[in-house]
Antibody, heavy 115, light 110 residues
Framework: QVQLVESGGGVVQPGRSLRLSCATS????????MHWVRQAPDKGLEWVAGISIDGSTKTYGDPVKGRTTISRDSSKNTLYLQMNSLRVEDTAVYYC????????WGQGTLVTVSS | QSALTQPPSASGSPGQSVTISCTGTNSDVGGYNYVSWYQQHPGKAPRLMIY???KRPSGVPDRFSGSKSGNTASLAVSGLQAEDEADYYC??????????FGTGTKVTVL
């Protein structure tokens, strides 16, 4: 079955960087665009970034634009999110999700930005 | 990229129906037939319930249905069951490969 497993979260100081990973299995990774969605504590869902099937098109939500890079490695069936200049307001559970309908989700990884 | 507007809460007794609205603009909900709905139980990942306005993924009960009129999409849940108590979020394609989510609605089964 489809599996999406995020990792890389943790506690980080403001201004530092973090790279999240999403290991996938159970589907043909190269057939789907992929996305990151986050959810701050007790808040709603927020689309963060998306990447096309071939990795050529990358788009970002306004709150992370210029500080974040989404990428994918088809040899490892893995999605990444490089986050730089982290802010307290980036604190959230980060989910990876598949396809334009977000039809499968990982369990999420918690990123806490705090001094 | 302003969030789509949903009512904070909705409720109904078991067996009754509840409808949740999701209001956007001509640049998102009104401009594309790419509205989806997600169910999220506490501490769990979201689950896709409706996509492309009214299509149900395999495994989603037909008690869940979606529709759209102009800039407002709706999710209807009929025959409410205890397990339907959850948070529900809409999302829409917003052009230029970007997406926007709704503010979320907490559904309570009385």
């Amino acid at each position: 079955q489809v599996q999406l497993v995020e990792s890389g979260g943790g506690v980080v100081q403001p201004g530092r960087s973090l790279r999240l990973s999403c290991a996938t299995s159970g589907f043909t990774f190269n057939d789907y665009g992929m996305h990151w969605v986050r959810q701050a504590p007790d808040k709603g869902l927020e689309w963060v970034a998306g990447i096309s099937i071939d990795g050529s098109t990358k788009t970002y939500g306004d709150p992370v634009k210029g500080r974040t890079t989404i990428s994918r490695d088809s040899s490892k069936n893995t999605l990444y999110l490089q986050m730089n200049s982290l802010r307290v307001e980036d604190t959230a559970v980060y989910y990876c999700t598949k396809g334009s309908e977000f039809d499968d989700w990982g369990q999420g990884t918690l990123v806490t930005v705090s001094s | 990229q302003s969030a789509l507007t949903q009512p904070p809460s909705a409720s109904g007794s078991p067996g009754q129906s509840v409808t949740i609205s999701c209001t956007g603009t001509n640049s998102d909900v009104g401009g594309y037939n790419y509205v989806s709905w997600y169910q999220q139980h506490p501490g769990k990942a979201p689950r896709l319930m409706i996509y492309e306005v009214s299509k149900r993924p395999s495994g989603v009960p037909d008690r869940f249905s979606g529709s759209k009129s102009g800039n407002t999409a709706s999710l209807a849940v009929s025959g409410l069951q205890a397990e339907d108590e959850a948070d529900y979020y809409c999302s829409s394609y917003a052009g230029s490969n970007s997406y926007v989510f709704g503010t979320g609605t907490k559904v309570t089964v009385l």
